[in-house]
């Protein structure tokens, strides 16, 4: 009856996006007042358990995703971004292509959110199409990889980090597994599969195209380069050096301030401030402007993932985590495939990578007590079962069909089979990281 009652909170909450398209946040809220109803918690005390799972979750993360919003979009609009595409584009040259498309997106996709780097890096791929005569699907669909990628599977991006917040996992060890697991995913669901969309032909509108600055107006490249990457090594430094270190040595305190994400945010946001602002004589006032756009266009994701630990607040409060973990232990599943089945199904039904995410974590978050999964894989699981198939319902499909001007049948040929890939081919990488760790 307990887990009925779950399902029905689930599905009010996929009822009230997909049907009632209702805002995702407002779903939230709606769909834990009613779970906790239905699951027995006293009317008093509802209102707390959202409160408390709205703060909770929000408290490890402001920083990390304001400060990621503000550092992509610096990297956006002092051009390093395009600095970085044309100097890759010149070292691969036209014979690997989308080889250099998918490395693009895989740097710039990492301090970028996803739907800024779509609309920031797709025109660029546009440009190298026209400019080579290839197909803007053979060279957009590598770079699309790496950014559906490091949105689901690499910190800061806001699931990957509100799931290791929700786990207490590692961030740092985290996004090394990650990165061990992006690399063969981007490879293969990008360069190899686009091998065989050579022959789709895509008319991108005009107004798609990029503006391309002018040289003399970019950054270098080793600015650009290490201002964009700066939060992957403090975050990776960081940890390794507090791994190697004796638990008696004075040194793993500080390490484990300069390791914390909100720390690595902050300071590559001062450093992203001087090399790409200040340095390049862009007065304080705009900077502080576009930090200020930034911090607005991500104010929605903010608040669901505060939805979303309302909804695990709830489930917790309620003692329904704990019976579900108990349920699920004794299931003949590997309980990493099972955090991919159950977020894959939430996303191929609401369509938000993000909301399938935090959605299995209220779920699932208790196995990692009872069964012996390492939280980093956990989150990885996640994070590639939360970008399985992406079709009709989610504003990403629309995105790729209108930019790239396609027919609904070559968008699910090309856009929905490529995120499938990449789920499919994440999770076979969780498995095989999980043998050896």
């Not at 044309?86 to 740097?107: D, V």
Request: charged share 10%.
């Amino acid at each position: 009856m307990t887990i009925l009652l779950v399902l029905i909170s689930i599905a009010l909450l996929v009822i009230l996006i997909v049907w009632a398209k209702l805002n995702p946040f407002l779903a939230f809220l709606i769909s834990s007042i009613v779970a906790g109803f239905l699951l027995g918690l006293p009317a008093d005390q509802i209102a707390g358990s959202v409160q408390k799972g709205m703060g909770g979750l929000l408290g490890d993360l402001v920083v990390v995703i304001v400060m990621g919003a503000m550092l992509g979009k610096l990297v956006a609009e002092s051009g390093a971004a395009q600095r970085i595409a044309g100097f890759l584009m010149k070292l691969f040259g036209k014979n690997r292509i989308t080889w250099a498309m998918s490395l693009t997106g895989l740097i710039v996709g990492i301090p970028l959110f996803y739907n800024v780097g779509f609309v920031l890096l797709v025109p660029l791929a546009f440009t190298v199409a026209y400019q080579y005569r290839l197909s803007a699907v053979y060279v957009g669909i590598p770079l699309l990889a790496a950014l559906s990628v490091t949105h689901g599977f690499l910190p800061p991006h806001p699931s990957p980090a509100a799931l290791v917040a929700q786990f207490d996992a590692n961030m740092g060890l985290t996004l090394l597994y990650g990165l061990l697991i992006t690399i063969p995913t981007v490879a293969l669901a990008g360069p190899v599969f686009a091998k065989s969309l050579k022959n789709i032909q895509a008319k991108p509108l005009e107004t798609f195209q990029a503006e391309v600055r002018e040289e003399s107006e970019l950054p270098g490249i080793a600015n650009s380069l290490i201002t964009a990457l700066l939060p992957v090594f403090l975050l990776i430094a960081t940890t390794v050096i507090s791994l190697g270190l004796p638990e008696s040595s004075p040194l793993r305190p500080l390490f484990g301030f300069l390791g914390d994400p909100g720390v690595v945010m902050l300071v590559s946001v001062l450093y992203a401030t001087y090399s790409l602002g200040i340095r390049r004589k862009t007065s304080m006032k705009k900077l502080m402007d576009s930090y200020t756009q930034a911090t607005k266009d991500i104010a929605m994701i903010l608040l669901i993932v505060a939805g979303a630990g309302a909804l695990k607040q709830i489930f917790t409060d309620s003692g329904v985590s704990q019976e579900i973990a108990d349920g699920l232990k004794d299931w003949p599943i590997h309980p990493l495939i099972l955090a991919w089945t159950i977020t894959a199904i939430i996303r191929v039904c609401v369509g938000s990578a993000t909301v399938a995410g935090l959605t299995t974590a209220g779920i699932i978050a208790p196995i990692i007590h009872t069964m012996n999964v390492d939280p980093n894989l956990l989150v990885l699981s996640i994070g590639a079962g939360s970008l399985m198939f992406s079709h009709f319902n989610d504003a990403g499909f629309w995105m790729y069909k209108e930019f790239f001007n396609l027919s609904i049948k070559d968008t699910i040929k090309t856009w929905s089979l490529m995120e499938t890939l990449v789920a499919i081919i994440g999770l076979i990488g969780v498995l095989i990281l999980d043998f050896f760790i």
